[in-house]
């Protein structure tokens, strides 16, 4: 077993870096003064990873959609009891969720820690699937997806990527699709655990009230040594050019909801940390809470309160979303155009670029004092390639001329698509 101490001299903080005998790496937080614990149990597995091979295999082998959000769901079944029945007895909160590259199962507490971590690592790597329990399944997660159909936040989204993508499996819903679901087999459930749910694959993220021993008996007495072997994942080919630049349908809202997205191309500089912070700068210099174009959009009535940004990035997707309500979609959508074109021919003023900075640097430090949030981004960034004090270093060193470089490399108008959820008539 190799142990690392990871360190941050400018918040005088640390954590440990454990690489297991069983192939699975751990990540330690020990947060003194906190009542409550949080530990996150993840592979990088998710509903975008529908076609796949070991390596050293001849063929690609092609799953249904939403796999692995199903595998999710009947991960916390046994022969015996389920595993939220088994939680109860310690008083844990569990959950679990798919996204597009991971699932993760977790759970929070403020006693019987050792109980509800032996749980999560003993489920996780049981898995207990029949035919008679998939089919019962396909029903349930059939009913999910009807929800979803209706969701006017979740339509607006998805709409949006499917705008943007034409081949990437970002376009698919991550539940799949009723009749995808449809042709799960628990066959081909073993044969996905099989291959994603291997501890080299994998990741055990911890914050908060814990100690570092404890869980490494756990890890020792619960996880078997796990074949190492690599997983390639099929290129889908995206294409530069978005799919289509608008799309509107109309559900239950009171005024329209509203998804302004960018397909980015995916730099190569191999400096993900600096890149993420600079782009999330610059998005706050064009248009957040305290940007003057807010402000414009805001006292004209065209955006809310819910309006705002984020970054989605993977492996081998990125895309910047902006997003929220108003009586009219199109009109922002030409003054966010304006306003990045403003700001890429001029430059972003360097007081706005010194206060964003510094306002993100204030936010990372926060997210210190949550133990959720600690082990969430640890696990997070440890799938993207990056370290738990990456972004905040990052933070610490970008330059006003690196923002605006940068931002001549993103938001770029042809690559962008607007997607509508307007009010029935």
């Known amino acids: 077993m190799k142990q690392e101490i990871v360190k941050n001299t400018q918040l005088g903080e640390q954590y440990y870096k454990i690489e297991h005998d069983s192939g699975l790496t751990i990540l ?26 070991r390596q050293g295999e001849a063929q690609f ?13 009947k991960l ?40 509800s971590l032996d749980i999560l690592l003993d489920f996780v790597t049981s898995p207990y699937f029949t035919e008679q329990t998939v089919q019962k399944e ?27 993508y034409q081949r990437h499996p970002l376009r698919i819903d991550i539940a799949g699709t009723v009749e995808s679901i449809a042709q799960i087999t628990a066959q081909d459930l073993y044969h ?39 997983v390639v994942r099929a290129s889908s080919e995206e294409p530069e050019e978005v799919l289509s630049h608008e799309m509107q349908v109309s559900l239950p809202v009171s005024q329209p909801l509203f998804q302004i997205g960018f397909k980015e191309m995916i730099p190569c500089s191999g400096q993900l940390a600096k890149e993420y912070v600079l782009h999330t700068i610059a998005l706050e210099c064009i248009a957040g809470e ?47 155009a304006a306003e990045i074109r403003k700001y890429k021919e001029k430059g972003i003023p360097e007081t706005l670029f010194e206060q964003q900075r510094k306002a993100l640097y204030g936010r990372y430090v926060r997210g210190f004092g949550s133990v959720d949030n600690v082990a969430g981004t640890m696990l997070g960034s440890y799938f993207l390639g990056l370290g738990e004090f990456d972004l905040l270093e990052a933070c610490a060193t970008v330059s006003y001329d690196e923002v605006n470089q940068y931002l001549r490399t993103i938001l770029h108008e042809e690559k962008m698509a607007l997607s509508v959820v307007n009010p029935q008539q």
């Not at 330690?28 to 091979?53: E, Q, V, W």
């Not at 310690?90 to 996204?99: C, D, E, L």
């Open 290 to 336: 305290s940007s003057e174009l807010y402000r414009k959009l805001y006292d004209a009535g065209l955006i809310n309160s819910s309006f705002g940004s984020e970054i989605m990035l993977g492996d081998d997707y990125r895309c910047t979303i902006f997003g929220g309500e108003g009586r009219d979609p199109g009109k922002v959508r030409e003054q966010l």
């Open 192 to 230: 996905c655990y099989n291959t994603f749910y291997n501890l080299h694959n994998m990741v055990l993220a911890i914050a908060g009230n814990f100690k570092v021993e404890e869980v490494l008996e756990s890890a020792d007495r619960i996880l078997k040594k796990a074949e190492d072997f690599h």
């Open 76 to 115: 916390f079944e046994s022969e015996e009891r389920d595993a939220f029945a088994r939680y109860a007895e310690t008083g844990a909160s569990a959950n679990a969720y798919t996204s597009f590259d991971k699932t993760c199962y977790l759970f929070s507490c403020t006693d019987n820690f050792k109980q």
């Open 28 to 53: 330690l937080y020990p947060m003194k003064g906190y009542s409550s614990s949080y530990a996150l149990f993840g592979t990088k597995y998710g509903s975008i990873d529908n076609c796949f091979k």
């Open 61 to 73: 082998t092609k799953v249904p959609e939403g796999i692995a959000h199903f595998l999710e769901h």
């Open 138 to 164: 396909q029903g349930i997660i059939g009913q999910e997806i009807r929800m979803y159909d209706d969701d006017p936040n979740w339509q607006v989204y998805f709409n949006l990527l499917k705008c943007l």
